[in-house]
């Protein structure tokens, strides 16, 4: 076995152990106790007769329903199962596993309670109605894995039909965390933002919010070249132009983008690109070594598609690439939105935030390039990683100070208090998993039932 067929083997590993712990533990997420059973009469208290007593205090002053429930600290993961990964519209039922990962990954890393919930609507006015009528319950929104045009629509309508916060993950929480790991690599190429041409493979979900995010945060559109599946964008694809009420966003990045009207496909766009910026379809050879190789002097390749990236990272350092990072955690730089999504809701729920701002979202990626800073970046390591349990935490602070610096939080509190009580929140959910599993409640992987 040569050492690519090696690579390719070890890459696949991960796939092979879910088919085996997942129907071990069927599923990954649970709902436990947070108050105490000290015997039956306790019942009194939490639920009948007692519990009259805080619903009447709720529906006299309903902001009162953060002090009495967990509304607080709950959130719900919305999806159709329409846009689930890289294996497309696969169904509310097959998209389960992921909605109870990112479940997971909020409660490991932000100590968030998140429910996930996948709807049968593939109608974007039924999924805004069903996100309606379930809000109350709720203290945020994460919407996940759903197709667009129609993921666009949906996150529109509900930002401006609700008072809690609305996050499409796979739109604001991907432009943040590549806003974040191109500003890092940059630093270490000694390039800057306002200075480079980027090349998008891939104008979707993603790449439309990282295209909106670049340009807020001071890129040139027309320095930017993006490719969908039928070539470049530009003022001339009249196949977009017929259906622009349709794909309002993609037909803005035609008339804004490409400054110099290049045409083709990924190889054109990428010739003489400084960053690479991939969120299209699972690879590997959706991006061609070859093509790598004509980008300029010290070139930055995100490829992002999951579970396998547009091209292996390891072919694209080989073909001359200086910075390569995936959407996995089994690579080396990860860029993948688990660095932003914890930290983010953790910040919104403990300030109260009534939405989330493209001022959050900018704070959130300069807040994760300081963390990288502190514990030193280089080419194999322009982000923090998800073992970082102070990357939340600090998150989370720099999204609630921004919240009250643009007028959208419930709620006033400093930037070490933030974090503070951030940190002790992430810290006890991670102790309450290491204590299931100390007592056996949670059974080894090595173990079947």
């Not at 919930?117 to 994460?142: H, M, Q, W, Y």
């Amino acid at each position: 076995m040569d050492q690519r067929d090696a690579r390719i083997e070890q890459a696949q590993q991960p796939v092979a152990e879910a088919m085996r712990l997942h129907p071990l533990y069927r599923g990954k997420v649970q709902m436990a106790p947070k108050c105490p059973i000290r015997g039956i009469e306790d019942f009194a208290i939490w639920y009948t007769p007692g519990v009259a007593a805080p619903c009447r205090a709720i529906a006299a002053n309903p902001g009162a329903v953060y002090e009495y429930t967990n509304k607080g600290n709950s959130i719900a993961i919305v999806s159709d199962g329409s846009r689930v990964l890289g294996l497309g519209d696969i169904g509310p039922a097959a998209g389960l596993p992921v909605m109870e990962g990112k479940a997971l990954l909020f409660k490991y890393l932000g100590g968030v309670d998140a429910v996930p919930l996948c709807i049968d609507a593939k109608d974007p006015d039924e999924i805004v109605r069903t996100v309606r009528a379930l809000a109350p319950s709720f203290g945020a929104i994460n919407l996940e894995d759903i197709a667009q045009p129609k993921c666009f629509r949906v996150l529109d309508a509900l930002r401006t039909g609700l008072d809690i916060p609305i996050w499409h993950d796979d739109q604001q929480g991907s432009a943040t965390v590549a806003l974040a790991g191109l500003k890092s690599a940059l630093s270490i190429v000694g390039k800057s933002l306002g200075g480079i041409r980027i090349a998008m493979v891939g104008i979707g979900a993603a790449n439309v919010a990282v295209y909106r995010l670049l340009k807020i945060a001071g890129v040139d559109p027309r320095a930017i070249i993006a490719c969908d599946s039928k070539g470049v964008l530009h003022r001339g694809r009249d196949d977009i132009a017929q259906k622009q009420a349709l794909f309002p966003d993609k037909w803005r990045v035609c008339l804004e983008s490409n400054g110099d009207a290049v045409t083709g496909g990924i190889a054109e766009a990428l010739a003489g690109a400084d960053a690479c910026i991939a969120f299209s379809r699972s690879g590997p050879g959706v991006i061609e070594p070859a093509w790598i190789a004509t980008m300029a002097r010290d070139a930055i390749v995100f490829a992002c598609a999951n579970p396998v990236p547009e091209i292996w990272p390891w072919e694209a350092s080989a073909a001359g690439a200086r910075i390569v990072a995936t959407g996995r955690s089994d690579f080396p730089n990860q860029v993948n939105n688990s660095l932003v999504f914890p930290g983010m809701f953790r910040g919104v729920l403990d300030i109260r935030a009534r939405l989330i701002t493209d001022g959050m979202a900018i704070a959130a990626a300069d807040e994760l390039v300081r963390q990288a800073e502190r514990i030193g970046v280089d080419e194999s390591r322009i982000l923090p990683g998800m073992d970082d349990w102070e990357v939340a935490a600090h998150v989370a602070a720099a999204c609630g100070v921004a919240a009250q610096s643009e007028e959208v939080a419930g709620r006033t509190a400093g930037a070490a208090e933030l974090y503070a009580t951030a940190r002790a929140t992430i810290a006890e959910a991670r102790h309450m998993t290491e204590v299931l599993m100390r007592e056996g409640l949670i059974a080894p992987p090595g173990l079947g039932t």
